[in-house]
């Protein structure tokens, strides 16, 4: 008996069984048992790590031969299993499988879905974001997009709604994987983000496959382990390999490759899907998007008002003044929880109280819109000084004229500027017109604090109003 005949009886064999086919870590697998080479070996002529193979690979493959062949199977007495149940019975049984019914609670835990979630938040409690998961569900399972932005500010809910997502569909992949590449990340070891090689590599490791010294070849290796496999791959904090105040999306000095990965990512044709959570769009992502495509992006904003009003009866938080409260804050979870912590400490659950006071950006959520503010050009900047002076939606128009002839900005620059801070949900549309645009209470409230207490803000030349 050949090799491809023995290849097609256990291939049949194993599909009898347990209704697949073999992958190409088995085949390697496989092939190095009927060759009698050893792991070690195995290892050197494919792309895959010894360790994968022999503590991973192997024992599952054999214990599915052992179930099929009705016997004990190894490594080491496979062609002699195979040999001894080549009856023609067997054979005619093998070679014309139907693919058995299985019961959900008979899957064997080896079987499930491989995850790595990476220090993930705990998603146990959850508020809403039916509509959005319902889209996103609709995207990965049926429209099978194989790239998805989430874009949002921070604390917006980008991450949890990536976990929840991946915890939901969970079972519809082969691997669940989620890296995180900020600098505070599990995996970073500096102050900086993780470099695509170091993402590359640590994503390479979850599929046992060995890394390769250069980055094209190891976007090459993942993405045809993503071509081969169902696998979902969670990228989050993307904005931090991005350019600080830049409003098209480049990237910083030393992390360019990210755009060529991202772009292969979307432009291969692939089963899997890579979902990346950023407050800012990476340039080649907005280039690839489509609706008619497999590469979109959803806009995360803030919880409807009946969730973000569950979230505050489950703080404990008195129900008098928690509809204005939710209106102000837009529905944005981590504004609400930093109120909440104040509302607590400083009166008694009561909102009313709080709100009376008129102060919104305190501690932690101050410092999370400075961080952000920092990021923007000083145009971005500009424009929404400039809107948080005024109390109505602003046409774009208006906007035009008062920075031609006080900063002499261009069109262009207004245009991409604007579109810059529509995406980073800094400027939304008024009055459901696309050309009319205003800031929400809680950034109008941030910026005049902060204009209050940076003069070198208020030095600068300010727009000219109609």
């Known amino acids: 008996m050949n090799f491809t005949k023995a290849f097609e009886l256990v291939d049949n064999a194993v599909f009898s069984t347990v209704g697949r086919h073999l992958n190409d870590p088995e085949v390697t697998v496989l092939r190095g048992a009927w060759e009698g080479l050893t792991y070690d070996q195995m290892a050197e002529s494919s792309q895959y790590t010894i360790n994968y193979l022999m503590r991973d690979v192997g024992p599952k493959l054999w214990k599915i031969l052992s179930e099929a062949f009705q016997e004990e199977v190894s490594k080491t007495n496979f062609r002699a299993a195979l ?87 969970q079972d519809e992949f082969e691997y669940v994987i989620r890296r995180s590449i900020s600098p505070i990340s599990s995996m970073a070891s500096s102050l900086q983000p993780l470099t695509l090689q170091d993402l590359l590599r640590d994503l390479l490791r979850c599929f046992g496959i060995k890394p390769s010294r250069d980055a094209n070849q190891g976007i090459s290796l993942l993405i045809n382990h993503l071509e081969k496999n169902r696998c979902l791959l969670i990228l989050d904090d993307v904005e931090t390999v991005l350019r600080s105040q830049d409003p098209l999306g480049r990237y910083q000095e030393g992390y360019e490759d990210y755009g060529t990965f991202f772009r292969r990512l979307g432009e291969v044709a692939h089963q899997s899907c890579v979902i990346l959570c950023s407050q800012k769009k990476p340039k080649d992502v907005a280039f690839l998007e489509n609706p008619k495509k497999p590469i979109r992006t959803l806009s995360v904003e803030g919880l409807k008002p009946e969730d973000a009003l569950r979230l505050l009866e489950d703080e404990g938080i008195k129900k008098a003044g928690c509809e204005e409260l939710v209106e102000c804050a837009k529905g944005n979870p981590y504004a609400l929880k930093i109120a909440v912590s104040y509302i607590k400490k400083l009166f008694s659950g009561d909102v009313t109280k709080f709100l009376e006071e008129g102060t919104w950006i305190l501690g932690a959520y101050e410092q999370e819109l400075d961080k952000q503010f920092d990021t923007l050009s000083p145009l971005e900047k500009s424009i929404l000084m400039y809107l948080a002076q005024e109390d109505e939606s602003i046409s774009f128009l208006a906007l035009k004229d008062s920075f031609q002839q006080s900063q002499s900005a261009s069109t262009s620059n207004l245009m991409e500027a604007l579109a810059s801070l529509i995406d980073q949900n800094w400027v939304e549309t008024g009055n459901g017109s696309g050309s009319q645009y205003t800031i929400q209470y809680l950034t109008r409230k941030y910026l005049n604090k902060f204009e209050a207490t940076h003069p070198s803000v208020q030095a600068q030349p300010q727009p000219q109003r109609r």
């Open 83 to 169: 040999e001894r149940h080549q009856s023609s019975a067997f054979v005619t049984r093998i070679q014309t499988p139907t693919p058995p019914t299985f019961q959900q609670e008979t899957i064997a835990e080896e079987d499930l879905p491989r995850q790595d979630w990476d220090e993930a938040p705990d998603v146990s409690v959850f508020y809403g974001r039916t509509e959005e998961l319902a889209t996103l569900e609709e995207w990965l399972l049926q429209d099978l997009c194989r790239l998805v932005t989430l874009q949002g500010k921070a604390g917006i809910g980008k991450t949890t709604l990536s976990v929840k997502l991946g915890q939901n569909l």
